[in-house]
């Protein structure tokens, strides 16, 4: 499956955040079990540069796939 990229002037209109996290190896991890379910994402790192101790890392999916993908991070967070 071939990397995502998201659009930016329709960022709103076709993808909304399904997880958010400190973690990047746990969001990259999410990001692989949607892509294994065919669930196109995109990881969006917001931590800031100089201090890695503030922000997130979000994961974004098409609307269209939404409660499907919320189904894998359920999974996901159980395993946890």
Same mark, same amino acid.
């Given at each position: 499956?071939?990397?995502?990229?998201?659009?930016?002037?329709?960022?709103? +209109?076709?993808? +909304?955040?399904?997880?958010?996290?400190?973690?990047?190896? $746990?969001?990259?991890?999410?990001?692989?079990?949607? +892509?294994? @379910? @065919?669930?196109?994402?995109?990881?969006?790192? $917001?931590?800031?540069?100089?201090?890695?101790?503030?922000?997130?890392? @979000?994961?974004?999916?098409?609307?269209?796939?939404?409660? $499907?993908?919320?189904?894998?991070?359920?999974?996901?967070?159980?395993? +946890?």
């Amino acid at each position: 499956m071939t990397p995502f990229s998201l659009p930016p002037d329709n960022v709103d +209109e076709a993808w +909304e955040i399904i997880y958010s996290s400190p973690l990047l190896y $746990k969001t990259e991890i999410l990001r692989a079990l949607l +892509e294994e @379910e @065919e669930i196109p994402a995109v990881v969006i790192n $917001k931590m800031d540069s100089a201090y890695l101790s503030f922000g997130e890392i @979000e994961l974004y999916v098409q609307r269209q796939d939404v409660l $499907k993908a919320m189904q894998v991070v359920s999974k996901f967070n159980e395993s +946890e």
